[in-house]
């Protein structure tokens, strides 16, 4: 072991010495390199990005994890938590100072009444696992904002780190024969993934990458095409559906599953205009990611018909109908009348709407759709212990 | 005209049914009745004679006649009203499969696909006037290398009629049984092995079955069940059946049945020595209809057809939507014994529910609107009356031997 290792007991916030092996900090020391690594801050950036690039793939994957939680708070959308201080008391009060740390409100719920003790210098995710194995609850978010413990700690594989705490709900093994066709097996999970903080812009959609997954023979088990299943409607909750290989002959476990989550976060909005003439059909704009097509406008009487449709994903978190306005040449907006009638979709949205004059405008000119046109996206890495296949 | 001709001939040279006819008219009432069943199972063929007779008879014997006409032209309603299965034929001597199945395709009114890869496959073999899953169940075997897979849904994407397929795989490895213009097939073995980490494993063994007959026949319920399971060692794995499926007149039904065993087959046991169970398709015991050719804008005008008979008032397009106005002999309503309207392209296919209003019971007047497909034009409106009376079954008892589990 290098001396200098020795330096992260007390180096928090102090940069990697030059002869400092990052590399060789986390294959040793896995996540804890990983949390204090990310305690350092930017100082520690760069030896991330050299340990990213690392042919070793643990190491490129603990170092791109602890770079992804650096680059959350680098841009302002995490605030960083200072790691839990040793307390022994209440569990009500330390569950109320470990979700403090992360800027969340907590109400105890179904919290037991008992006495915990809580070590220094955990991270809140592992803080807040810490306490649900030792009281058998659960922690998960309210509805308004905060946290509270609700039900049995889930029993199955669980990782927790930073600010991502993740747990296995089920592992199924499948097998379909399809006599005269053959047999198609594949093995299905089933978790959820929960975010410990508030991010300061809204997540408009998520994806979930099997980065690795192999059985205790080492086969590769990842299926080809689509991404898993991922709901994130219920953010800071992420459930997932994944896919997966059967396992090789003679094998019972999976030794390792590694995910990556994608967050695709609102950024910039923006508009798009479509200039109106006398005859508005089929035109076609598109910024970022969002594709938007005027269909057609149409005089019905004195009202205005506009027929818009625009295509993007989480489409219901970047816009909504009142976000689709004529205005006349100086500006004036029209009136919408009533609810727009068409679909509504997280990826395509639909309208028919109706516009009428308030009195003091001017001919429709433009019609413009503001909305996100921009997304960052924050990956969250994540892997979980082996466990065993039914 | 042949036909009649020919049947009134051969009724005339038939002298057995001069002496059945004449039996009717025994003082035993049981040889009475016999006469009347032979007679009546002997179909539209004798009627021209049971009808000559009639005309000349007195009294009871006449009343026998008559009621023994009644008899036959009902069975002749519900037979039609079962379909009649289409009958194909085929002499291929290493022919490509592809044109043996488009030879089966030109004679069936069932849609058929086969996968490309397997289309120019040689095939040998004859049969003649078989019902086409028959003949298809033949092909098959006799080709060995694809299988017959029924649609999931009967109808496709685009609204047509879903086509059976016949894929790659190895027949001898189905589990099918063809009755006629019925097949029921087991399709697939499913096997569930979830753990939730709590230290309980939930097993599930799922087999699916499928089943589908010829468009032609229509009935108008279908009771599935798995009725016993023998696993290898002689015991029972359990079933828990599953409800029946009620199917919709005059529609081409294919369905399919899930069914979870209680049980998961124990260690070692690879198959299912025999799984057995029964189809029942439900028909009318009696059917009548009536029709009017192109009603749009008429009134006035009666249809036959006995007790589905009815008289249009008016029948008009109103804003896209056509409004029907008429009165009906008998009681408006849906499947169970009432009388139901329909309204049919050039094609003869349905367009679509009639909405219906209607009051009172006996002749009723009733009001129909509906809004027809784009560019649909109406060539008929008719009314049918099903009668269940009792329903007559067909049962279907099938059994899958050696039944692959793992």
Known sequence: MRASILLLAAGLGAAPQESEDVPALLRREGWKAVRDLVARGETARPALEAAAASDDADVAFLAAAARAELELYARGDLRPAPPSVAFEGPAAEAAAEIFRRAGLAFEPGELPVRRVAVPAGLGVAEAVDRLARDLDTEFVAAPEGGWTAEGKCRRGPRFASGRVLASLASVTRYSGRELGRGVDRSIALQGEIRLVGRLARPVLFGD??????????????????????????????????????????????????RLRLDLALAGRRGEIVFPLGPENRDVKKAA???????????????????????????LRRRMGEDDVRVLDAAGKAWTREGSPTGGTGDEEVSWTMVFRNPGDAGEPARLVCLAVVETVVHSLLLEFPEFEVP | MIGPLLALGLALQDP???RLLDRLEDDSVEARDGAFRELAARGTGALVEIRRRAASAQGEFRIRLEGLVREIERRARAEAAQGTPSRVSLKADRRPLRDAVEEIRRQSPLAIEIEEAAGDDPVTLEFRELPVFEALDRLCRAHGKVVLR???HVKDRAGGRSPVRLLRGTDAETRRHVDGAVVVDLREVRR????DFQGKTERDLELVFQAAWEPSLRPTAVRF?????????????????????????????????PFHLATIPPPGADSFRKVSGLLELRFPSDVFEARIENPVGRSGVRAEGGEASFTLKSFALDQGVYRVSLESDGPPGGLDGGLRFEARDTRGRPLGRLGLRASGRGPADVTLSFRPPEGAEVAELRAILLKEDPPVVRRIPWTFRDVPVR
């Open chain 2, 150 to 152: 029924l649609p999931w």
């Open chain 2, 192 to 195: 569930l092995d979830a753990s």
């Open chain 1, 288 to 314: 970022e990611d969002l594709t938007a097509v005027l269909d057609r406008t149409s005089w019905e009487g004195a009202e205005y018909r506009v027929v818009i449709s625009v295509r993007g994903r989480g």
């Open chain 2, 225 to 257: 069940s798995v009725t016993s399971i023998e696993d290898e060692r002689g015991g029972s794995p359990g079933v828990k059946p599953r409800g029946s499926l009620e199917g919709e007149w005059d529609r081409a039904l294919n369905l399919h049945y």
């Open chain 1, 208 to 257: 979930l990458r099997v980065l690795e997954v192999r059985d205790d023979f080492g086969a590769d088990l990842r299926e080809d095409g689509e991404l898993p299943e991922l709901g994130v409607s219920e953010y800071p909750a992420a459930g997932f559906n994944v896919s997966l290989r059967p396992l090789s002959a003679g094998a019972s476990r999976i030794r390792r599953l």
């Open chain 2, 16 to 18: 057995e049914i001069g």
